[in-house]
């Protein structure tokens, strides 16, 4: 059986890492990668889209960055308890013309016993900026 760990019911130091977790999955840009913190029946709301299962959050996010530009996120933990986790999120890319836009909005993750994420609702809103007004970059090691 799959597992993800740290393991439900969290604390506020694994839903810490669970988040940092998350982070650096998003940051990778790979699809593929992202999609096993899922489980295979996992069910999404995006925005106004609905996905259910690997499958389609893969083929989301394989979309997804290939409008979303120079992708980058910095999550932080809202809140925690037993088996959830909420984050505020923000991120930030630009588009084919070269327009940045900082993305920000909440998550709710319901985890499974074994880690994997069973359920995330995302309410994001984007912000066109400028170049200059940039301010979500990579994190830097250490």
Not at 42 to 47: H, Q, T, V
Not at 48 to 63: D, P, Q, S, V, Y
Not at 106 to 116: I, K, R, T, V
Request: proline residues 6%; charged residues 30%; glycine residues 4%.
């Amino acid at each position: 059986m799959e597992s993800k760990p740290p393991l439900p019911p969290f604390d506020e130091v694994n839903a810490r890492i669970k988040v940092q977790m998350a982070e650096d999955a998003w940051n990778s840009r790979d699809p593929a990668r992202v999609a096993l913190a899922y489980t295979p029946d996992s069910a999404w709301r995006n925005r106004a889209e609905f996905l259910n299962g690997r499958a389609e959050i893969e083929a989301f996010l394989t979309r997804k960055w290939q409008k979303e530009l120079d992708y980058c996120l910095h999550k932080e933990l809202w809140a925690f308890t037993d088996n959830r986790i909420s984050v505020r999120f923000e991120y930030e890319w630009h588009d084919a013309e070269g327009q940045w836009f900082r993305s920000h909005g909440n998550e709710q993750w319901e985890f499974a016993d074994n880690g994997l994420m069973q359920r995330r609702e995302a309410s994001i809103n984007d912000l066109p900026i400028s170049a200059a007004e940039r301010r979500v970059f990579p994190r830097q090691p250490g």
